[in-house]
């Protein structure tokens, strides 16, 4: 009967092992759940995961995991980056204009393991480097860029930009253009700036007349000259 005891405190002290281990080594605690999301670029984002703290883990030791999936692309694969003591994800590479699924979690040097909410998220539309107005053309507003039934308008297979009988005037630089382009027009438009130069141009522009049988022209005004262009 001793020996079996013995036997019986033997088993129950290894069975009560894992729990007292357990208790040991609680997963991390989470500031917050709600992971802080910034849309960087149309192909970059920037994914914050609120501090984890643990009690018998180092802070620069805690794996910060986030797992990322594109959701509109069939067959894609999981894509997954960990970090150590570094909440802060910076993700490049990724679609313009696409919803992505993103799971973070962060885990301690014992393996166990916090969830954060779950994000899906849409990037930003592709951009073309082209601002009117202050408005940046991307891929959801180009074809008709002011929202104003088409007076400015762009064809990113082109790299055509078009105006049609637009009259724009803003405070700042009113045409920003970052990309070689073409610049079109029908009628009579102009573009001014009350307190700056009117067109801003890094790169080589031309600029044409879309119908030659219809009186047209496109003048640019500025407060202190009409435009800058660094290319041709």
């Given amino acids: 009967m001793k020996r079996l005891s013995i036997l019986f405190v033997s088993w129950l002290t290894m069975a009560l092992l894992p729990v007292v281990a357990m208790a040991?080594?609680?997963?991390?605690?989470?500031?917050?759940?709600?992971?802080?999301?910034?849309?960087?670029?149309?192909?970059?984002?920037?994914?914050?995961?609120?501090?984890?703290?643990?009690?018998?883990?180092?802070?620069?030791?805690?794996?910060?995991?986030?797992?990322?999936?594109?959701?509109?692309?069939?067959?894609?694969?999981?894509?997954?980056?960990?970090?150590?003591?570094?909440?802060?994800?910076?993700?490049?590479?990724?679609?313009?204009?696409?919803?992505?699924?993103?799971?973070?979690?962060?885990?301690?040097?014992?393996?166990?393991?916090?969830?954060?909410?779950?994000?899906?998220?849409?990037?930003?539309?592709?951009?073309?480097?082209?601002?009117?107005?202050?408005?940046?053309?991307?891929?959801?507003?180009?074809?008709?860029?002011?929202?104003d039934g088409g007076s400015v308008s762009y064809d990113p297979k082109k790299q055509l930009l078009c105006f049609n009988r637009a009259r724009i005037e803003c405070v700042g630089v009113a045409l920003e253009i970052n990309v070689p382009t073409e610049i079109s027009y029908f009628g009579r438009n102009t573009i001014s700036s009350t307190d700056t130069i009117a067109l801003a141009a890094e790169k080589d522009i031309v600029i044409h007349q879309k119908d030659y049988y219809w009186e047209g022209y496109i003048a640019f005004s500025g407060k202190t000259h009409a435009a800058t262009c660094r290319g041709n």
């Fill in 24 to 147: 040991q080594n609680q997963k991390p605690t989470l500031s917050s759940t709600v992971p802080l999301y910034t849309a960087l670029t149309d192909s970059c984002v920037r994914i914050i995961l609120p501090d984890a703290k643990d009690d018998n883990t180092p802070d620069d030791k805690l794996a910060y995991t986030l797992m990322w999936l594109n959701a509109d692309q069939e067959g894609a694969e999981m894509q997954m980056r960990t970090q150590m003591g570094n909440p802060i994800f910076d993700i490049d590479g990724l679609e313009p204009g696409a919803t992505y699924y993103y799971y973070p979690y962060v885990k301690d040097e014992a393996g166990q393991m916090s969830h954060y909410e779950h994000l899906m998220l849409k990037t930003l539309a592709k951009r073309y480097g082209i601002k009117v107005k202050g408005i940046e053309i991307d891929a959801d507003n180009c074809a008709d860029v002011l929202q």
